[in-house]
């Protein structure tokens, strides 16, 4: 299982200033990526060969749903695949809840309980992104929760379990908090994986590139809001710049690499 | 410090990839109303393929199953399985019947006395049909053990025949009826069949599976999922 990527990093707004957020590298704080390149970006993609057969365009930011145009954004992504995928702290979701369609894949991020959550995006986000999982539920919207594991809300995997099951997602991602220097915020790579084990007995969780070997830069690569190229969102090595052809900034398939060489390496085992 | 830190990440890669070779198998380990681990779609032969009645210039009847696979020919789960199909008539032909399935195989799933089993299956293609050709669409959960074939999704001929019918990204939730059983460990198998009858009237007929790219109709199987009742 698996799919080429282009995570689309749309937007560098956002609403909130979450501790673990990866995103604050961006070199604009207030960089939005032109439609007509976004449009370029998923020709380009999609015309380029990779080792997969399928294809995936993510939008994330920032948060995406604060992009100028978003409902043209979206008509656009599904000009090349049908439907919108994406990743978002739920503020906005009702706004625009008539703009999403029952295929497309709404991702929430959800840290743990309201204290927990609240502790770590801001006051009053937990029962925003509630009621963004009440709306897309209500309204048939497949969805599902983005856990982001690590020190400060180990206590409330039980807890998103249950809102999982209440809010009946697809699925539950339990991400790895990766840092990018020795921080105190991570569990041990064992301890989230012991965790992921305990969620997959409860709800469906995802097989992820940390288990199955790094595949950054070689599967797909992440765009951001100022047109750099990373090779993977967590990892972050620039590989290249828009316009530059993706297919000249990929690296060789039997590159895949160990996690512990890219976004794992400060993490303990 | 940094010949440390170094050596450090030097041994943790090690050990993941220690725990990769190690977990490689002992991850597909299925549990106990879960997703089950990774099988092998099979792909259904061609025996019934065969056109039918006196027709001798029915050559045009072609039928394809194929499974995704990897370069030593295994086939991967959670890939797409493709049913594709095409029936010919040929003039004044007395007809002829034409089938492909995708079909996939769990590992062993723990089965309670009284259950149920959810399929949740992604459809991609289109089916369209010319000439009075009828064709239908089926998929079916089937516990073959147990003598379990339940048909939990339909699209009958009537439906299809003379017109198209697309599936675009579809997401079906197809759930069995209820059945009792022998608490124990059973193979289920959800089979996704195309089938197209053509009826011998007309100069030319035909039904397609296939997509808007014309390189297939595309099958998945996301999820089976047991659960007691």
Redesign the interface.
């Known amino acids: 299982?698996g799919e080429n990527f282009l995570a689309l990093h749309v937007t560098s707004k956002c609403q909130l200033r979450c501790k673990h957020c990866y995103c604050r590298s961006y070199t604009h704080a207030n960089a939005e990526m032109p439609l007509e390149i976004v449009r370029n970006l998923c020709e380009d993609f999609l015309s380029t060969e990779f080792p997969l057969?399928e294809y995936g365009i993510i939008l994330s930011g920032g948060e995406p749903l604060l992009y100028s145009r978003f409902e043209q954004l979206c008509n656009l992504v599904r000009e090349f695949q049908?439907?919108v995928r994406l990743s978002t702290n739920g503020i906005l979701i009702p706004k625009y809840i008539h703009i999403f369609e029952r295929?497309d894949g709404i991702q929430v991020s959800i840290d743990g309980d309201r204290e927990t959550h609240d502790s770590i995006r801001g006051k009053g986000s937990y029962d925003k992104a509630i009621k963004a999982l009440e709306c897309l539920k209500e309204h048939g919207i497949?969805h599902s929760i983005g856990f982001a594991l690590c020190k400060l809300n180990f206590h409330c995997i039980d807890h998103i379990i249950e809102l999982c099951k209440k809010y009946e997602c697809t699925m539950l991602n339990v991400e790895l908090y990766q840092p990018f220097k020795k921080t105190r915020l991570t569990v041990r790579?064992t301890e989230w994986l012991k965790a992921k084990e305990y969620v997959?007995?409860h709800v469906?969780t995802l097989?992820t590139c940390v288990?199955?070997?790094c595949v950054a830069g070689i599967y797909g690569i992440a765009v951001t809001p100022d047109l750099n190229y990373w090779d993977c969102p967590r990892h972050q090595e620039i590989i290249g710049r828009y316009p530059q052809p993706i297919k000249e900034v990929l690296r060789e398939p039997e590159d895949i690499m160990?996690?512990?060489?890219t976004c794992?390496?400060y993490?303990?085992? | 410090m940094n010949v440390i830190v170094e050596l450090r990440?030097e041994?943790?890669?090690r050990?993941?990839?220690r725990w990769?070779a190690r977990?490689a198998k002992a991850?597909e380990k299925p549990?106990f109303y879960?997703?089950p681990p990774?099988s092998p779609w099979t792909c259904a032969p061609d025996h019934d393929c065969i056109p039918e009645g006196l027709c001798i210039l029915c050559a045009n009847t072609l039928h394809e199953a194929a499974c995704?696979s990897d370069q030593k020919g295994t086939f991967?789960?959670?890939?797409?399985g493709n049913v594709d199909i095409t029936t010919g008539l040929c003039p004044g032909g007395t007809g002829g019947n034409c089938w492909a399935a995708a079909i996939y195989t769990s590992d062993p799933m723990y089965i309670p006395s009284n259950f149920k089993i959810k399929a949740k299956v992604e459809l991609n293609g289109r089916c369209s049909t010319s000439g009075g050709v009828k064709a239908d669409l089926a998929i079916f959960i089937e516990v073959e053990s147990l003598g379990i074939s339940d048909k939990v999704y339909y699209v009958n001929a009537a439906e299809l025949s003379g017109g198209k019918k697309e599936w675009?990204?579809?997401?079906l939730n197809l759930w069995t009826p209820e059945h009792t059983a022998t608490p124990g460990n059973y193979e289920i198998k959800v089979r996704i069949r195309g089938q197209g009858t053509c009826c011998g009237e007309g100069t030319y007929a035909a039904a397609e599976f296939n997509n808007r790219y014309g390189d297939g109709f595309y099958v998945k199987l996301w999820?089976i999922y047991v659960q007691g009742v």
């Open positions: 299982m057969r049908g439907h295929n497949r790579f997959s007995k469906k097989v288990e199955t070997g160990n996690p512990f060489d794992c390496k993490m303990v085992w | 990440r041994i943790n890669k050990r993941w990839a990769r977990h991850r549990y879960c997703t990774p995704e991967l789960a959670y890939s797409w675009h990204q579809e997401y999820d």
